[in-house]
C-alpha cells in the first residue's frame, strides 16, 4: 500500500480534531514503517546516483535493507509502542502504536516478493502474498484503483471530521498524491 493511504487509514482511525499532539502521532506512526525506504533509496537514488532498477531491484533486497525493515516494520515494535502508550496513559503514544500496526497489517496482505519480515524477532518468515499494491501481474493494477477509491473516501470523511482549513490543506496534501497517480496512470 502507498504512504499517502497509510496515512489516511491511520488519521481516520487515530485522528482527533484539535488535537495536535494525537493527529502527530497518528501521522507518524502511518509514515515510520515507510521512512527508512525514502531514506535509503532518496539517498541511493538522489546522492549515489544509483538507477531506479538497481535500488529496487538489488539493494531493497539487500540484508542491509531488510536488517532495516525488520525493525521498522515489526508488529512486536509497534504493539509495545500502543502498549506502552495504553498502561502510561498517553493518547498520541496510542496513536502512535496503533497507527503503526494498521500500517503493516493493511501491508502485510499487498506485498509479495517484496514483502518485510513483520514478525520479527520473534521470527524471520515473510508472508508473499499473490496480491501486490503495485505488481500489475499480481493484481497491482485492480488494487490501486480500489486504493485511491479508499483514499477518496478517507478523505471525504476527514474533511467532514476536521473544519479548520490546516486541517483540510493536510488531509488533501495526504490523499491527493495517490489518486492523482492512479488517474496519471489510467490517461496513459
Do not use: T, Y
Given at each position: 500500500m502507498n504512504t499517502p493511504t497509510h496515512l489516511l487509514i491511520a488519521v481516520t482511525a487515530f485522528g482527533k480534531p484539535?488535537?495536535?499532539?494525537?493527529?502527530t502521532g497518528a501521522i507518524l506512526g502511518g509514515l515510520?514503517?515507510?521512512?527508512?525506504?525514502y531514506a535509503m533509496a532518496g539517498y541511493s537514488l538522489f546522492i549515489l546516483g544509483n538507477s531506479g532498477d538497481h535500488v529496487f531491484g538489488t539493494q531493497y533486497f539487500s540484508e542491509e535493507w531488510q536488517n532495516v525493515f525488520r525493525i521498522d516494520n515489526s508488529l512486536f515494535l509497534w504493539g509495545g509502542l500502543l502498549?506502552?502508550?495504553?498502561?502510561l496513559a498517553r493518547p498520541w503514544l496510542s496513536a502512535l502504536?496503533?497507527?503503526?500496526?494498521?500500517?503493516i497489517v493493511t501491508d502485510l496482505p499487498l506485498h509479495n516478493?517484496?514483502?518485510?519480515?513483520?514478525f520479527w524477532p520473534a521470527t524471520d518468515w515473510v508472508f508473499e502474498s499473490p496480491i501486490s499494491y503495485w505488481d500489475s501481474s499480481r493484481y497491482g493494477n485492480i488494487v490501486s484503483v480500489v486504493e485511491a477509491g479508499l483514499c477518496l473516501v478517507l478523505m471525504i470523511v476527514l474533511v467532514r471530521r476536521f473544519r479548520s482549513i490546516p486541517g483540510?490543506?493536510?488531509v488533501l496534501l495526504c490523499g491527493a498524491p495517490q489518486i492523482a497517480l492512479v488517474v496519471a496512470?489510467?490517461?496513459r
Open positions: 484539535a488535537e495536535f499532539r494525537i493527529n515510520l514503517p515507510d521512512l527508512s525506504l502498549a506502552a502508550g495504553m498502561m502504536g496503533g497507527s503503526g500496526i494498521l500500517h516478493d517484496d514483502a518485510r519480515q513483520h483540510r490543506a493536510l496512470f489510467a490517461i
